[in-house]
């Protein structure tokens, strides 16, 4: 079954930068386009980045341009997020998810993560 | 940008009973919506892709509809384990509705 595992959470001072992974299994990762929600304590869901399922295209919402980056490794089934300059509004559980349909990311999310959690605190 | 309204924010319904929620777009997004069920704890599951179509496993008591602007999906009778926070979310820039509670009454 597909299982995606998130993990690099914990606490991190403002200004830091702090890398995420999500380990997947269960699936032909190099074939699906992936993505990073994230979700700040009792708020809503915001999408965050997407990579094309060969690495070539990455694309990130407004809040978090500039300063992170998605990449992943197709041979080890892995998926990362580095995101700089942190800052309280980056507190939030983040959760990589699994995009829809294969080669063409087509934006829903048929599998998710348990999520890992990130406070960014002094 | 395309903005995603929810509504109402929490709706308190009894087991048995069927659930109306709706989400709303500000500007035509075809039928490229989809519908999520997150419970405390838990990540979201897909229950509904565009607009229309149940995802693998979702029972049929989960129903969505809608195009353009306009959207719903209705649970038609609530079962204990409906009792979540539900978001909708277009699929052409990824952005999500805030949510609609369904608590019980």
């Known amino acids: 079954q597909v299982q995606l595992v998130e993990s690099g959470g914990g606490v991190v001072q403002p200004g830091r930068s702090l890398r995420l992974s999500c380990a997947a299994s269960?699936?032909?990762?190099?074939?699906?386009?992936m993505h990073w929600v994230r979700q700040a304590p009792g708020k809503g869901l915001e999408w965050i980045t997407l990579?094309?399922?060969?690495?070539?295209?990455?694309y990130y919402a407004d809040s978090v341009r500039g300063r992170s980056s998605i990449s992943r490794d197709n041979s080890k089934n892995k998926l990362y997020l580095l995101i700089d300059s942190l800052t309280a509004k980056d507190t939030a559980v983040y959760y990589c998810a699994k995009d829809f349909a294969h080669y063409e990311s087509i934006g829903y999310f048929d599998f998710w993560g348990r999520g890992t959690l990130v406070t960014v605190s002094s | 940008e395309t903005i995603l309204t929810q509504s109402p924010a929490t709706l308190s319904l009894s087991p048995g009973e069927r659930a109306t929620l709706s989400c709303r777009a500000s500007?035509?997004?075809?039928?490229?919506l989809a519908w999520y069920q997150q419970k405390p704890g838990q990540a979201p599951r897909l229950l509904i892709y565009?607009?229309?179509n149940r995802a693998t496993g979702i029972p049929a008591r989960f129903s969505g509809g809608g195009s353009g602007t306009d959207f719903t999906l209705t649970i038609s009778s609530l079962e204990p384990e409906d009792f979540a926070v539900y978001y909708c979310?277009?699929?052409?820039?990824?952005?999500f509705g805030q949510g609609t509670k369904v608590e019980v009454k």
């Open positions: 269960g699936f032909t990762f190099r074939f699906y386009g």
């Open positions: 990579i094309s399922y060969d690495g070539r295209n990455q």
């Open positions: 979310q277009q699929r052409n820039m990824w952005t």
């Open positions: 565009d607009a229309s």
């Open positions: 500007q035509n997004v075809s039928n490229y």
